[in-house]
């Protein structure tokens, strides 16, 4: 449990360069939205497969993730 807070944490201070700064509630709840779909996604797909090509598009799902993820945080600034 200590390992997943300092993940969240790190999370957090990613965080807190985006639209979210001073919003300690939302980057709490982005933090662990970000990390449980990442984790979801590792877990569920690369974690249990045995060849290389499904690795590499497991990662691709987790790029896809969190670049659309950040795309939204950074589009609700602009608004």
């Not at 996604?41 to 497991?58: M, P, W």
Request: aromatic share 8%.
């Amino acid at each position: 449990m200590k390992r997943q807070e300092e993940l969240l944490n790190f999370i957090g201070v990613v965080l807190s360069d985006t639209p979210l700064a001073g919003d300690s509630d939302g980057i709490r709840r982005e933090s662990r939205t970000l990390w449980s779909a990442t984790h979801g996604i590792i877990d569920l797909n690369y974690q249990r497969i045995g060849h290389d090509r499904s690795r590499v598009a497991c990662l691709g799902f987790v790029e896809t993730f969190v670049v659309y993820f950040v795309r939204g945080l950074l589009a609700s600034e602009t608004k």
